[in-house]
Nanobody
Framework: QVQLVESGGGLVQAGGSLKLSCAAS????????MGWFRRAPGKEREFVGA????????YYAGSVKGRFTISRDNAKNTVYLQMNSLKPEDTAVYYC??????????????WGQGTQVTVSS
């Protein structure tokens, strides 16, 4: 079972940028489709985006498409989430997770502790 540690969150003004990292354990990380999710206060966890095992395919929620970019470095067992043009509604705890190859919105396995992103207006 892969273990995940998210980092890179913080407080940023609207319009700013942050880059989150998700470090994974395990030698099979490079074969996993990975996703990013977030949970805003008082809301359900929602899908943000995903990246195929090779990094050649990416998928995004409509609310972040064009502003967020997912990438990965399999040699470092790390997935990244570059967030630009941040909005106050992006405020949430962000999590990464392994996701199903057949449904990248469907997470598998356990969650990390998440990293808090706060966007001030």
């Amino acid at each position: 079972q892969v273990q995940l540690v998210e980092s890179g969150g913080g407080l940023v003004q609207a319009g700013g940028s942050l880059k989150l990292s998700c470090a994974a354990s395990g030698r099979t990380f490079g074969s996993y489709t990975m996703g990013w999710f977030r949970r805003a206060p008082g809301k359900e966890r929602e899908f943000v985006g995903a990246i195929s095992w090779s990094g050649r395919a990416t998928y995004y929620a409509g609310s972040v498409k064009g502003r967020f970019t997912i990438s990965r470095d399999n040699a470092k067992n790390t997935v990244y989430l570059q967030m630009n043009s941040l909005k106050p509604e992006d405020t949430a705890v962000y999590y990464c997770a392994r996701v199903k190859d057949s449904d990248y919105r469907d997470p598998l396995g356990s969650w990390g502790q998440g990293t808090q992103v706060t966007v001030s207006s």
